[in-house]
């Protein structure tokens, strides 16, 4: 990675610390009456989002503005036609989407943890903003790095080969059953859907930022070229 590429990518790390769940772009919306689609977005702010905390497996409960971004999500969704819902075993996966999908009794929820959160390893409960005024340099690789994995934690690449195959199996999935899906994501885990998706270059992945709670992004699943 040349040194402009890792200048973008820590000046993205820095800006989600201040400001996590901040953006300003859209989530991606592809409708269709005729296809099945996936929608996927992002729990709700925990505690640690809050507190600038590496969460990663750690079981952080979502706070009342996360309830609330859930909320707003709620009526964002209402009147779409989703029949299951797939979520990690985490807290904040599972309440955001009940939460959201309330008033959907016909909703199924589906726990997969391909799609749980990054492991942050030995930095889980460790201050990020401490971290980042000691070596701004260093979070960042840690936080942004496609293959630079925290001590005992997991990189972006290796979250995206359990997410990847996550992905082409629900593909063939809701082609095969004509079903909409939702995905109630992690903020990494949801950055590597977005990429499979989307067809991201490794740097719009790295860089990109997911709002927390209250939006969502669409896909259309259109039949294979082999069906």
């Given at each position: 990675?040349d040194?402009?590429?890792?200048?973008?990518?820590?000046?993205?790390?820095?800006?989600?610390?201040?400001?996590?769940?901040g953006?300003?772009?859209?989530?991606?919306?592809?409708?269709?009456?005729?296809?099945?689609?996936?929608y996927?977005?992002?729990?709700?702010?925990?505690?640690?989002?809050?507190?600038?905390?590496?969460?990663?497996?750690?079981?952080?409960?979502?706070?009342?503005k996360?309830?609330?971004?859930?909320k707003?999500?709620?009526?964002?969704?209402?009147?779409?036609?989703?029949?299951?819902?797939?979520?990690?075993?985490?807290?904040?996966?599972k309440?955001?989407?009940?939460?959201?999908?309330?008033?959907?009794?016909?909703?199924?929820?589906?726990?997969?943890?391909?799609i749980?959160?990054?492991?942050?390893?030995?930095?889980?409960?460790?201050?990020k903003?401490?971290?980042?005024?000691?070596?701004?340099?260093?979070?960042?690789k840690?936080?942004?790095?496609?293959?630079?994995?925290?001590p005992?934690?997991?990189?972006?690449?290796?979250?995206?080969?359990?997410?990847?195959?996550?992905?082409?199996?629900?593909?063939?999935?809701?082609?095969?059953?004509?079903?909409?899906?939702?995905?109630?994501?992690?903020?990494?885990?949801?950055?590597?859907?977005r990429?499979?998706?989307?067809?991201?270059?490794?740097?719009?992945?790295?860089?990109?930022?997911?709002?927390?709670?209250?939006?969502y992004?669409?896909?259309?699943?259109?039949?294979?070229?082999?069906?």
């Amino acid at each position: 990675m040349d040194d402009k590429a890792f200048d973008k990518i820590q000046q993205a790390s820095l800006d989600s610390l201040k400001h996590p769940g901040g953006t300003i772009k859209k989530l991606p919306k592809k409708e269709s009456k005729k296809y099945p689609e996936i929608y996927v977005f992002r729990h709700g702010e925990t505690y640690d989002n809050r507190q600038r905390v590496f969460s990663g497996w750690r079981d952080s409960k979502i706070t009342p503005k996360g309830i609330a971004q859930a909320k707003a999500l709620q009526k964002l969704l209402k009147g779409k036609d989703i029949d299951l819902c797939i979520i990690s075993h985490l807290s904040r996966s599972k309440q955001t989407a009940q939460i959201a999908f309330k008033g959907h009794p016909g909703v199924k929820f589906e726990v997969d943890d391909r799609i749980i959160e990054r492991n942050y390893g030995d930095l889980q409960g460790q201050s990020k903003l401490k971290m980042a005024k000691k070596n701004s340099q260093l979070i960042a690789k840690y936080r942004r790095s496609y293959d630079f994995p925290p001590p005992n934690g997991e990189s972006l690449k290796m979250v995206e080969k359990r997410v990847f195959p996550f992905c082409q199996e629900l593909e063939e999935r809701v082609r095969k059953h004509n079903v909409n899906v939702a995905i109630s994501a992690h903020g990494n885990s949801m950055r590597a859907i977005r990429r499979y998706f989307e067809k991201l270059s490794i740097i719009e992945g790295l860089t990109m930022e997911n709002p927390l709670g209250s939006d969502y992004a669409e896909y259309v699943v259109k039949p294979s070229r082999s069906s």
